[in-house]
């Protein structure tokens, strides 16, 4: 596997194109957003080839030796055909878009092979239209912009063409104050720079708002308690237990649907694009409390669909396409019927062998759907990339059975996003490699490919290395905040159930050891660029043994060892936190430091 995504049709020939000082990047009849295809394929020549060539516009290819991009109406739309010869490269598509994607694939042929590039013919087009990512910027991370960015760039370059970003209160609403003042909001010019940078690049931002269930900042404010489904939230203190709870919004109050559609309409206008994500996912609060006496009347999902209804003719009266999570619709697919022709169901699940029947029932209802895997790596200090790359693809294998029209790779970040953005990037190109293309590739070969183009790694194995992280973290993160959070009989639960044992640390941090050095290895084969990611792994190795050993610490609470744990710990607390700084905003940095600092002090005896 040489290209990620794989080509449909690729077709070596003898001989290589060698460019010279006289080459230059030519566009012939493009609109004026390729002048920065053009710009990111002279940034890969003089990166990767040493070459520093001129970009000019021309009414006509020239006779030979140039770089020439151009469309072609003769070719569909979302198709681009490559031709590397040995006077010239031509690449043609029959779109802008399209346009984007061949010179994707052209970065990455002069990444692998430098200014000695071997004469082939590619013809190439994705198998689904919308190929998306989506990543969590409420629970504790809020991405800085100059992260947001490279984000953009990644997706870009391996031809994904969605991003969604989801939020729940962490954008400067108005009015809201309280929901969001402990935290780093994103603000409106952060979002329209980002729209901008992204549709430039044929990605389209596509914005998510909670507006029926996950909704805890928010109703459990003073200003907004009220119209939260369990009474009395804003009295109780926050915790990640707490907070993780679903907190549905009260559709018996008078005012809770104005109250949504108002949040709707101030944060629509920042997208250029017709789409809107409501969520309205795991509303399990929904009728168990202030909406009781209405659920008793009219039944659970006639109140759910009813509000979910009403929100999607309010975007669709606004000419927008509405989306929505499918896990409570899934209930009763023939109520998918009800809503606006126009609506798209995000069927998720995230399973390694995640069986196709919610798939299948939302297609026989006749909704538009989008099938929805994950990078798999929430609560989790290392994303399971086995899972991950089995999860992805199996869900792209159920999508093209049932002809949804598009992908959503999932990554959340539940009890206060541990899982750094960056870790995910292998769980984010499983699901841009099978999105375009549905012909399946082995894991061990796909590792090989994102290693070399994704992390520069010409040995091809950092990958293999991080994937071997999987799996080993014995003392998990959501089993930490349940242990502290959890009165005396869930602790002694959570010990009895999973047993932690010296031994078993032992042996799980062995692994990760060994997972590390795989990396080390590979750090030779990588240029000087690209190594600064090898820290991250390094930290969270650390992370993942400390953690292990906590666990196992907690069954025979050793004083001595506790103390020099304590130690541990804290140290790479501060490790951690300048990670966390790299790429994030404060956000709720400081929630997870305490928890880390109640088990220092534990730890120490206090």
């Known amino acids: 596997m040489e290209f990620l995504p794989n080509p449909k049709q690729t077709e070596y020939h ?18 004026p957003g390729a002048f920065l295809y053009a710009q990111m394929l002279q940034k890969e020549l003089r990166e990767e080839a040493g070459l ?5 516009r021309a009414l006509r290819p020239t006779e030979s030796g140039d770089i020439i991009l151009g469309l072609d109406q003769k070719l569909e739309k979302d198709h681009y055909q490559l031709t590397v010869a040995e006077d010239r490269i031509l690449l043609a598509a029959g779109g802008d878009e399209a346009l ?13 092979h430098g200014a000695v590039l071997p004469c082939l013919s590619i013809t190439d087009w994705p198998d689904l239209k919308n190929r998306g990512y989506y990543m969590d910027c409420s629970r504790g991370r809020v991405p800085k912009l100059s992260y947001l960015k490279k984000v953009a760039d990644l997706l870009c370059r391996f031809k994904v063409n969605q991003w ?75 915790s990640y237990t707490y907070a993780g709870q679903h907190h549905t919004l009260n559709v018996s109050h008078p005012d809770a649907l104005d109250f949504i559609k108002r949040l709707i309409d101030e944060y629509r206008p920042l997208f250029r694009t017709n789409k809107f994500n409501i969520c309205a996912d795991e509303t399990f ?35 927008c396409v509405p989306m929505f999570w499918g896990d409570i619709m899934y209930r009763w697919p023939e109520s998918c019927g009800e809503l606006p022709k126009e609506t798209i169901c995000l069927n998720w699940g995230y399973a390694p062998d995640q069986p196709e029947d919610a798939i299948k029932a939302i297609a026989e209802s006749g909704i538009t759907q989008y099938a929805c895997p994950g990078v798999c790596g929430w609560n989790m200090w290392m994303p399971l990339l086995d899972f991950a790359y089995r999860n992805n693809r199996i869900m792209c294998r159920h999508a093209h059975k049932y002809g949804a029209v598009g992908l959503l790779n999932t990554d959340w ?27 399946e590739v082995p894991f061990d070969e796909i590792n ?28 998990q993160w959501s089993q930490s905040v349940n242990w502290m959070e959890g009165d005396e009989a869930r602790r002694v639960e959570i010990l ?43 930290v969270t190795g650390e992370g993942i043994c400390i953690w292990n050993e906590v666990g196992a610490w907690l069954m025979d609470r050793s004083e001595e060892e506790g103390r020099k744990l304590a130690e541990r710990l804290e140290n790479w607390l501060e490790h951690y936190r300048r990670e966390w700084r790299e790429i994030s905003k404060e956000s709720s940095l400081a929630v997870l430091s305490s928890m880390v600092v109640r088990y220092a002090d534990l730890l120490r005896g206090r």
């Not at 984007?100 to 692998?112: A, D, K, P």
């Not at 969604?164 to 780093?184: C, K, N, V």
């Open 52 to 56: 520093s060539l001129d970009i000019l």
């Open 413 to 439: 970040g539940d009890y206060g996003h541990v899982n750094d953005y960056r870790l995910s990037i292998p769980g984010i190109l499983y699901g841009a490699a099978f999105s375009w293309n549905a012909e």
């Open 100 to 112: 984007c994607n061949g010179v994707q694939t052209l970065c990455q042929l002069i990444q692998l």
């Open 285 to 319: 609060d929904l009728g168990k409390g202030r909406s009781k006496a209405l659920a008793e009347e009219k039944g659970e999902r006639q109140l759910y669909v009813e509000h979910v209804k009403a929100l999607c003719e309010h975007l669709v009266a606004q000419g």
């Open 448 to 475: 090989e490919a994102i290693s070399r183009l994704a992390y520069g790694d010409t040995s091809g194995k950092i990958v293999s290395g991080i994937a071997h992280f999987s799996d080993n973290e014995m003392f």
């Open 164 to 238: 969604q970003l989801y939020i729940e209160h962490t954008y400067l609403f108005r009015g809201l104050s309280e929901a969001w003042r402990e935290d780093t909001p994103l603000t409106a010019e952060e979002i329209m720079e980002l729209d901008v940078y992204c549709a430039a690049r044929h990605i389209e931002l596509v914005p998510s708002l909670s507006s029926f269930g996950h909704m805890y900042r928010i109703l459990s404010t003073k200003t907004c308690c009220d119209l939260c489904e369990l009474p009395d939230s804003e009295k109780i203190p926050y």
């Open 496 to 538: 009895e159930e999973w047993k932690y044992t010296k031994e078993r640390a032992e042996k799980a941090n062995a692994e990760v050891k060994k997972a590390l050095e795989e990396i080390y290895a590979c750090t030779p084969y990588m240029s000087a660029g690209r190594k600064a990611v090898v820290q991250l792994f390094t």
């Open 14 to 31: 003898t001989g290589h194109f060698l460019p010279g000082p006289l080459t230059k990047i030519l566009l012939v009849g493009t609109e």
